[in-house]
């Protein structure tokens, strides 16, 4: 157990519409990062917070956007929803506020189903 | 583009065989390289990571060899058993994580 923890696990929802999904980082980490994995892709970094600031964004969608909030715990909204949406979104965490020296841990992941 | 070449995409290996991942990047500014597995439905897992300066790291039967002057590393899995099947992702740590695009492993009992 990584102890990261993403709500929910599952996720059905029609195009057009608009679904959060939620991250509780280990205990002790300031870093919530965000990835996108497909089917034909392989990880896709979206956006990286620490302790409440942006640090940096990857290949985010105007669509969707992100917060961590006071107590750490992160959101990723995603709006407007089209059928390539669908995949799994990870949320990772770590302590540090940059990579270096500091392995990612993963939660188990939201799959989102567009239909 | 893509900072991390991984390859092969999928690979096959009979039970106690050897399983060979290789990784090529291009940023000398990389300057930690650690592997992931991920099984189905699960997110990736930390399984071993190399620095730059050591040109091999054993960990059980998974063993890192990384070659800085030709920018490669590679996962090799000794004696490699059907519960190993899974995908790994190799990935390089600079200013942010690159992964590669995952090699998934199968054990043939």
């Known amino acids: 157990d990584s102890g990261v923890t993403q709500t929910p696990k599952h996720l059905i929802t029609a195009t057009g519409q608009r679904v959060t999904l939620r991250c509780s980082p280990r205990?002790?980490?300031?870093?919530v990062y965000w990835y996108q994995q497909s089917l034909d892709q392989g990880l896709q970094f979206l956006i990286h917070y620490y302790n409440g600031e942006e640090r940096a964004k990857g290949n985010i969608l105007e669509r969707f956007s992100a917060q961590q909030f006071p107590d750490l715990h992160s959101e990723l909204n995603l709006s407007s929803l089209e059928l390539g949406d669908s995949a799994l979104y990870f949320c990772?965490?770590?302590?540090?506020?940059?990579?270096?020296?500091?392995?990612?841990?993963f939660g188990n992941g939201t799959r989102l189903t567009v239909t | 583009q893509q900072q991390v070449k991984q390859s092969p995409q999928s690979l096959i290996v009979q039970k106690g065989g050897i399983s060979i991942i290789n990784c090529a990047y291009e940023?000398?500014?990389?300057?930690?390289f650690p592997w992931y597995q991920q099984f189905p439905g699960k997110g990736p897992a930390l399984l071993i990571a190399i620095r730059p300066d050591v040109s091999e790291k054993k960990e059980g039967r998974f063993t890192i060899s990384f070659n800085k002057s030709a920018k490669q590393f590679s996962l090799h899995i000794m004696d490699s058993q059907p519960g190993d099947s899974a995908t790994y992702f190799c990935?390089?740590?600079?200013?942010?994580?690159?992964f590669g695009t995952g090699t998934s492993l199968t054990v043939i009992p």
């Open positions: 205990s002790g980490d300031l870093s």
């Open positions: 940023n000398t500014a990389f300057d930690y």
């Open positions: 990935a390089a740590i600079g200013n942010q994580f690159y």
């Open positions: 990772a965490s770590s302590p540090s506020i940059d990579s270096y020296n500091s392995p990612l841990h």
